[in-house]
């Protein structure tokens, strides 16, 4: 598959396949100094996946997640911007508020100050953000998250 990439990069650094070749054809040798920090960092994401119970099991994590976030956000009256059948498991999209007092950048930073940071959601013409709930995330984050947010709706209060 790799050899369908020969020629294609780029960038000298980030050509995979003079990558690939120079393993295969010098017994494992990187072309340049290897990047020792990330293939470590690396061995550590397959052994923290493989503790989890691999790809399917953190997949169940990350939906759980999304599930968890959307019913705490509907609760305080958040509207998701996609029907739930066509939810990512990764990254969900809200509506912002209609309220006239309401403004992203106040509620960004708000919750930025409580250790949560979300995204703005200019991917499409709606008026939205977005909040992802993968990597180190678990239920009891997706909790304390939901806390924060009801408490930095300044609008309602």
């Known amino acids: 598959m790799l050899a ?10 980030l050509d995979l396949y003079a ?7 010098h017994h494992g040798k990187w072309r340049f100094t290897s990047p020792t920090h990330t293939v470590r960092a690396f061995y550590q994401a397959l052994e ?3 503790q989890e119970g691999g790809v399917a099991a953190r997949y169940q994590r990350y939906q759980n997640n999304q ?4 019913q705490g956000m509907e609760e305080l009256g958040f509207e ?4 739930h059948e066509m939810h990512s498991p990764f990254i969900t ?8 007092e309401y403004q992203f950048d106040r509620f960004y930073h708000l919750l930025k100050q409580q250790g949560f940071v979300i995204y703005p ?3 499409s013409d709606a008026d939205c953000f977005r909040i992802g709930n993968i990597g180190e995330v678990y239920p009891q984050d997706i909790a304390a998250l939901v806390q924060a ?3 930095s709706m300044y609008w309602e209060q």
């Not at 998701?80 to 029907?83: A, G, K, N, R, T």
């Open 48 to 50: 923290e996946l493989h």
């Open 121 to 123: 959601g200019k991917v």
């Open 67 to 70: 599930k968890l976030l959307v």
């Open 4 to 13: 369908k990439c020969a020629h294609q990069a780029r960038s000298l650094s």
């Open 80 to 83: 998701c911007l996609l029907p």
């Open 149 to 151: 947010i009801a408490s």
């Open 19 to 25: 990558q690939w070749r120079c393993m295969e054809d």
């Open 93 to 100: 999209s809200f509506r912002s508020p209609q309220h006239p």
